[in-house]
């Protein structure tokens, strides 16, 4: 089978270098993929590791407060050999299992439950973002990309502000993180090869486990039309075959959880409000390449320049703290978006996710409103986490091609853009101080400005990283050769930089550990509700506002 990313697979043209490396890859030693999986891996690992280290917890807002509780009552039954079928704390008892969003059998929510004295939120995150980061590069590498290229994908994802921010929501990290295997499973399983349909159907198993139906969907869908592209209608037909069966494995969780659907509020619909709700606003696409523009860096319970810029909103945070994926990865992405038909159409699906995401700023909600289960999901940001995994297999494919060859303008282009954004945050910095426009709240003009100024030295600083490495591999022959890994050095280093501004360094000691322990002690069965916080808080000091919240809850 010819590579997904090779334009010779429909164009006629000669076979990217990438593609002809993958099919060396039967033949050659399985130990030359080590540094690329292990420099993914050790990437996306070291801005969560190093807050774990620091004594900090990782998981904050739903993930602290919602899921980190039900975990206890998981993994007790999990340990003793059992489903948790059943919450008997919460209003008078509700079902647990089939809320699906808590992904019970997802294999990192057994392999936490077995190997951590804890709830293990904190671990599982780390080990989602590990694997959507090594799923994007993985993605990659099946799609044709070199190593170094794979490298820049699993990089580029794995430290993008979307998956990071997801640290926040346990289900839809997990989701994210499951996806590219999706695609790649389905992808590989075009050839019909033996056990390959197995292999994708166990990746679809474990995307319907994690509980978030949506990027089960797309990466479903993703995959299967990739397969098409690649091995024809043959190839759809053995993607679809494997993703029946992976359906049907899932069928344990699947079947309670649609039973509890229909009982529930959510059957009835979404009303204009929340439909209206999270849509991703115009005014962020430069955040895209400035980290930290809408929401800073995560510790306040409400962000001004979202409040002012964001759009309809019942609460004063964006759904996604931050969805920078950096001006290296998209500088890349643009260079790719055109390298052969397959990355034609993981161009022109991003910009389809895009507009998506947008949701009523562009009229997609109005255009997608009418399909039958896409109108009962909520929020149309999410869709930043699709657009950001075909953005970095789009990356991929950008560092393959400038490794083959570039001109000399692309070196210009690249200082051009550098230099623009460095203009740009000087600009930011100098309107911010002057008087606000009419209708703008003063302190949210101020604070867009100093959060754009700031992004935009990220963006700066990166897009010069790039330049200066295409002007070495043009000039020194050593540099040439090593073009593909000094691009995903680059990567890497930006999104590391960019990681606080999606990352929340909470104080560990506020969780309760045994929630459930004073509960237990009692004769009767207590009843407990969750508390809305209302008004101003009176919080210990050295506490910041999301750290506050989850005391009080």
């Known amino acids: 089978m010819r590579s997904t990313l090779d334009p010779s697979s429909r164009d006629g043209d000669r076979h990217l270098a990438g593609a002809r490396e993958v099919e060396r890859a039967g033949r050659a030693p399985w130990t030359r993929e080590i540094p690329w999986i292990a420099l993914v891996v050790c990437g996306a690992m070291a801005p969560l590791v190093a807050l774990l280290a620091s004594g900090h917890a990782i998981a904050y807002f739903d993930s602290a407060r919602l899921f980190a509780p039900m975990r206890v009552l998981v993994a007790q039954a999990l340990r003793s050999g059992r489903l948790p079928l059943w919450n008997p704390y919460e209003g008078t008892g509700m079902p647990l299992f ?30 989602h973002v590990v694997t959507g980061a090594l799923g994007a590069g993985v993605l990659a590498r099946t799609m044709g990309a070199t190593r170094s290229a794979a490298a820049v994908a699993g990089v580029g994802y794995g430290l993008s502000g979307y998956l990071l921010s997801m640290s926040r929501v346990l289900t839809f990290l997990a989701g994210a993180g499951a996806a590219p295997w999706v695609i790649a499973g389905l992808l590989w399983a075009a050839q019909g090869r033996r056990f390959r349909i197995p292999v994708a159907a166990i990746a679809v198993t474990v995307a319907h486990l994690a509980g978030d139906p949506q990027w089960a969907v797309l990466s479903t869908a993703a995959g299967i039309l990739l397969a098409w ?9 053995r993607a679809v075959v494997a993703a029946l069966a992976g359906t049907m494995l899932a069928a344990v969780q699947l079947v309670p959880a ?40 995560p510790g306040a319970l409400a962000a001004p320049v979202f409040q002012w810029l964001g759009g309809t909103s019942r609460y004063p945070l964006p759904f996604v703290y931050s969805v920078a994926v950096g001006a290296p990865v998209l500088f890349l ?32 909600s109005d255009a997608v409103g009418w399909v039958p289960v896409w109108r009962g999901l909520r929020y149309s940001e999410k869709l930043v986490g699709p657009l950001t995994l075909a953005i970095a297999v789009l990356a991929a494919a950008g560092a393959d091609s400038l490794a083959r060859g570039y001109e000399a303008r ?95 360094a909470g104080r560990r000691e506020l969780r309760d550990p045994a929630p459930l322990a004073a509960l237990r002690a009692r004769e009767a069965v207590p009843r407990v509700i969750t508390p809305l916080e209302a008004g101003t808080l009176s919080l210990p000091a050295g506490l910041d506002e999301l750290d506050g919240s989850l005391y009080v809850q």
């Open 229 to 237: 592209h690649a091995g024809g209608w043959r190839g759809a037909g």
């Open 410 to 504: 692309t070196v210009r282009v690249a200082a051009a853009c550098a230099a623009v954004a460095g203009l740009v945050s000087a600009g930011a910095l100098i309107f911010a101080r002057g008087a606000p426009p009419a209708g703008a709240p003063e302190p949210a003009w101020r604070l867009a400005g100093e959060q754009l100024s700031r992004g935009m030295v990220h963006a700066a600083l990166g897009l010069a990283g790039t330049a200066a490495v295409l002007w070495a591999a043009r000039r020194w022959d050593g540099w040439r050769s090593r073009l593909g890994s000094a691009l995903a050095g680059i990567v890497l280093i930006q999104g590391l930089a960019a990681a606080p501004f999606a990352l929340h």
């Open 258 to 297: 649609w039973s509890f659907y229909e009982r529930s509020a959510r059957r009835v619909g979404l009303d204009a409000p929340e439909r209206l709700q999270w849509a991703l606003s115009p005014w962020r696409l430069p955040e895209l390449v400035a980290p930290g523009f809408f929401a800073g860096r």
């Open 333 to 364: 992405a643009i260079a790719g978006s055109a390298r052969g038909r397959a990355a034609r159409i993981v161009a022109a699906a991003a910009l389809m996710l895009l507009w998506l995401a947008l949701g009523y700023h562009l009229g997609a």
């Open 98 to 127: 089939a809320q699906g969003i808590h992904g019970v059998l997802h294999p990192w929510s057994l392999l936490a439950a077995l190997v951590t004295a804890d709830a293990g939120v904190d671990v599982m995150i780390v080990l």
